[in-house]
């Protein structure tokens, strides 16, 4: 049986690719595989229905008939799928009632994600995603094969990710010494990439400035308190009583009990989270030009990026993680947003290591990240002042009038917090443009830097408010294929923010601009 080295780590790329000829089905394995990981989710409804539902024969009834369910479906799902990789496209049919035929081509491959659940790792596979950055139809993002041996899994990764080139034109024909293939199939594969970062256990401590912990701590208590009402369990019985006897005490002791335990509960939550989603990660380089991050403790995951396929990176600091002087970093890639997983480049570490990291991911040195940026005007400064402050002013004047006294005091003594948080604003934006990117940064809560190749600029987009024109100021946007679609530099000198467009892509702009 073929399995996950004993770390976790998915097995090294083999030294020699054959490509996939013919239809293939799914591993057998996946008949045992995909029950399992449901029922490994079910646990805690199946404990309900069964234990804490007094034993009732329809609870567990229901109980099995789900299971059933699910093992039908797995068998339904191995029975009716295919796929096979051609010159052109990856292909997967699937479906009993509905066939579906789902054909990907391979210039529009973005990422391969393999992925290894519980069950997966137990018996030796993973399931592989192939992002092709088709954001606009959700659930139609790229394919899922689930789920082929770990080996197979790293064959088809490297198989993916290797440019084929065409011999003779014309329709997609099976990949392997046939017509139109490729003979030999795809070749150049090796055992080990280059190292770029890994997992340090000292970057634990950056984990409780996450507030992950407290989210999950919600969520976990939020669904526990939802079971024990359907199932009719009373749980809450002691917690109650806890909090009757905090709230009796002192109101410093309340305070202080409450905000301990807060704290306690988020910190320890917090660590949890980070070690299962990222123990044992690891960036290397691979010999097939793709960038790959591989992490996980529980589910171990492993996302290839094409090198050709980056256009940047991101370093965002939110305000505690940034206290702690901790960043994580994320890939701008064409094809792919920001939001999930895919584009992870570091998890929250030291921004030092941040920095580094881009730099080896972007082969530059120093890294575009922590060049000096350009300062923007005064009446940047102003806007973001006004904005921090007159609201709380307005606040406590409606106050003074409508509410008991107190209350408005209460909303001034929070003008001096705000005023800071202003201030922080205005110190963060920056922008600059080296010889191959763009760097801008902005925010306070939630720092971002941005560093955009300028190659990758495909437009430019300029928008003033009202109070912007006011200022002098716009705000200039670069357009991109890849990320969020649009990378902006916040409240910059008109003149400035012009120029700076047109030096970045010269002629794009151009014909716009009166002289």
Known sequence: MTGDLPDGRF???????EPVVDWHRL?????????LNEIIGLVPLFIGLIVLGKGETWRILVSIGVIVAIVLFGLLRWVTTRYRITVDQVEINSGLFVRKRLAVPRDRIRTVDLTAKLGHRLFGLSAIRVGTGQRDQPGEDGLTLDAVSSAEAERLRVLLLTQVARETGGASEPVGGVPGGVPGGVAEGVAEGVELSAWDTRW????????????????????TANFARELEVEVLGPLTDAAHWVVDQPIGLTVGLFAAAVLMIAGFGSVVVYVVQFWGYRLTREPDDTVRVRRGLVTTRSVSVAEQRLRGVEITEPLLLRAGRGAHAKTVTTGLGRKGESNLLLPPAPVAEAHRVTAEVLRQTPPPTVAALRRHPAAAFRRRMVRAV???LALAAGLAVFAPAWTWQVTLALVPFSALLGWDRYRSLGHVLTERYLVARQGSAVRETFALQRTGIIGWRVSRSFFQRRAGLVTISATTAAGDGAYHVVDVDEAEGLAMAEEAVPDLLRPFLER
């Open 390 to 392: 007159a609201p709380l």
């Open 27 to 35: 591993d057998v394995r996946m008949l045992v595989v995909r029950p």
């Open 11 to 17: 097995p090294a790329a083999p030294a020699f690719v």
């Open 204 to 223: 634990l401590r950056f984990a409780p400035l996450t507030l992950s912990g407290l989210v999950a701590v919600g969520a976990l208590s939020g669904l």
